[in-house]
């Protein structure tokens, strides 16, 4: 039962481009959302969040979007730089109802291309 | 990542024998996540403690795994009598409690990789 979902795993991206991955989700009481950057052989890093109260949240080059109708978020790199080559994991929990443990998808591997 | 400290890193155990992760959370963090990741897929939830209380165990196996997190010194994720199957990466999060609404982020700690031969 995969709750959050990441359905490309890989993405290959021009460096100085938009790179967007993207999310699904089934679970209707999620309502915080994490984007995570993982480089081999080392621990998840935060990138940014977004709260279900909110649409869009910006943080320097990274901006997720949220869309709760279609259960979907997005993360915007832009422009791309051959440091965001890494794994990214979309992340959910459902605080508002006390329960702060993170569902992860599978992870989407970016790859910038010089 | 940094301040959240795992070890061993690497753990190679034989079948039948047990594996001890050891996980030191960030100064004045109270709160500990364990997840684990098996070969490519992501992370998926154990076990949720603070200090001295297991508060959601509802991701752990129903047997040979255990976890706890006294009021002194790491957690400790215990897996008994280790088969193949349990190879895989573990990773702890830990996080501050949260005050007066703020969202507080877990932080990860490197991870300790866990070989069953």
């Known amino acids: 039962d995969q709750q959050v979902k990441q359905n490309s795993p890989s993405l290959s991206v021009q460096e100085g481009r938009i790179s967007i991955l993207n999310c699904d989700y089934t679970n209707s009481m999620f309502d915080y959302f994490l984007w995570y950057k993982k480089y081999p052989a080392e621990g998840p890093t935060f990138l940014i969040s977004i709260s279900s109260i909110k649409d869009k949240n910006e943080d320097g080059r990274f901006t997720v979007f949220l869309n709760k109708s279609a259960k979907h978020l997005s993360l915007h790199i832009v422009p791309s730089q051959p440091g965001d080559s890494a794994v990214y994991f979309c992340a959910a929990s459902a605080r508002g109802f006390g329960n702060e443990k993170l569902t992860f998808g599978t992870g989407t591997r970016l790859t910038i291309i010089p | 990542n940094a301040g959240v400290m795992q070890n061993p890193r690497h753990l190679v155990r034989r079948r039948g024998q047990e594996a001890r992760l050891r996980c030191s959370p960030m100064k004045g963090h109270s709160h500990v996540y364990w997840y684990r990741q098996l070969p490519e897929e992501g992370l998926k939830f154990m076990v949720y403690l603070q200090k001295e209380n297991i508060i959601d165990e509802s991701g752990m196996p129903k047997e040979r795994f255990s976890a706890e997190f006294p009021k002194e010194g790491p957690s400790i994720l215990r897996i008994q009598q280790v088969v193949r199957g349990d190879s895989a990466a573990y990773f702890c999060?830990?996080?501050?409690?949260?005050?007066?609404?703020?969202?507080?982020?877990?932080?990860f700690g490197q991870g300790t990789r866990l070989t069953v031969v």
């Open positions: 999060a830990t996080k501050r409690a949260g005050t007066g609404g703020l969202n507080t982020e877990a932080f």
